[in-house]
């Protein structure tokens, strides 16, 4: 947890740095502006490629198949949705490579991974109300 902390940290000191030298080199407004705009397309494709995961889940299931790879595709699509919301140019970034399809790819390997590890050694996650 302190890990992960450190690193929140860090991103947000980055962040902050980005603004600044890209706001110095574009002009303030031109640097809103950027963001907005990478803001309102990114919740664009991502409300699309939202509602695209959750059909390839219900096909999945209809054709009696586990929707395994399908639900990894939902959560990516869910955490680009979130990285959008917060306002920097890493995290718009790293919430488009989420986004797009071909570029999702890249994560499916690690978060498939992470579970199959969490699974191989009994790490089950309780949800407690």
Known sequence: MKKFFLISIAFV????AMFIIIGNWL???STLLLIL??????????????????Q????????????GYAMVDAFLVFL?????LL???????????????WTRQLYKP???EWIRKRMENN???????
Do not use: W, Y
């Open 56 to 67: 390839n889940i219900r096909d999945s299931i209809n054709r009696g198949e586990p929707p």
């Open 80 to 84: 680009a949705g979130v990285l959008f």
């Open 110 to 112: 690690m978060i498939v």
């Open 27 to 29: 002009g303030v407004l």
């Open 37 to 54: 705009l990478a803001s309102v397309l990114g919740v664009a494709i991502t409300k699309k490629q939202g509602l695209k995961s959750l």
């Open 13 to 16: 000191l980055i962040e902050i």
């Open 123 to 129: 790490q089950v996650i309780i949800i407690r109300r």
């Open 87 to 101: 306002p920097g140019f890493i995290s718009d970034l790293i919430a488009f490579t989420m986004a797009l399809p």
